[in-house]
């Protein structure tokens, strides 16, 4: 098993553009997650997903879009990054009710 | 509403001595408290858990120690080792919101040979 995976692992962007972080895993979780993760704050949740079709917002989601269209998949979208996204983001999944968050690797976020 | 506070780094101690991260947890219902660690250039993984008062995680040496009466998840550890520098995360997922986990700021130990 892969467990989870996550690309690109690093990507500049100018303030405006925009860019999918992509997020997969293997492991047939119900549960997926994205967190972004910045000095001094911990980890932050962005958005959230219990199963193919349902997504939710976490603590901090303007500015940020998700979709799971299958199991396996729960791309996170920047429409028009800014600056303040500027950010190591991770993408997380589970099964529901083991409580047991798996990691991926992280994608590293520049936005000039 | 839901949150961590975990003891503010870095920390850096030699090999063999004796390791304490302070955890606090504020929660509105009955949470399952988690140390995650993370090692340089990597995802967070999961150190050890506690899912109700009393309960006792323990992992690679490492425990922690669910306090209700003082909402507390101190981690500790008797005698580090060089290869546990790493940042180490307290959270914590509330029954009433179990898809949401709340994290604390992290706190960085160095342990120097």
């Known amino acids: 098993n892969a467990g989870v995976t996550q690309t690109p692992k690093f990507q500049v962007l100018k303030t405006g553009q925009s860019m999918t972080l992509q997020c997969a895993q293997d492991m047939n979780h119900e549960y997926m997650s994205w967190y972004r993760q910045d000095p001094g704050m911990g980890l932050r949740l962005i958005h959230y997903s219990v199963g193919a079709g349902i997504t939710d917002q976490g603590e901090v989601p303007n500015g940020y879009n998700v979709s799971r269209s299958t199991t396996e998949d729960f791309p996170l979208r920047l429409l028009s990054a800014a600056p303040s996204q500027t950010s190591v983001y991770f993408c997380a999944s589970m099964w529901i009710g083991a409580e047991t968050q798996y990691f991926g690797p992280g994608t590293r976020l520049l936005v000039l | 509403g839901n949150s961590v506070t975990q003891m503010e780094g870095p920390v850096t101690l030699s090999e063999e001595a004796f390791l304490t991260i302070n955890c606090t947890y504020t929660?509105?219902?009955?949470?399952?408290l988690f140390w995650y660690v993370q090692y340089p250039g990597e995802g967070l993984q999961l150190l050890l858990k506690?899912?109700?008062?009393?309960d006792k995680g323990s992992n690679k040496g490492f425990e922690a120690t669910y306090r209700k009466e003082t909402t507390s998840f101190h981690l500790e550890k008797g005698s580090v080792q060089v290869s546990d520098s790493a940042v180490y995360f307290c959270?914590?997922?509330?029954?009433?919101?179990?898809?949401?986990?709340?994290f604390g700021t992290g706190t960085s130990l160095t342990v120097i040979p």
């Open positions: 929660a509105t219902g009955y949470p399952s």
């Open positions: 959270a914590l997922s509330d029954a009433d919101t179990g898809n949401q986990f709340y």
């Open positions: 506690a899912t109700k008062a009393d």
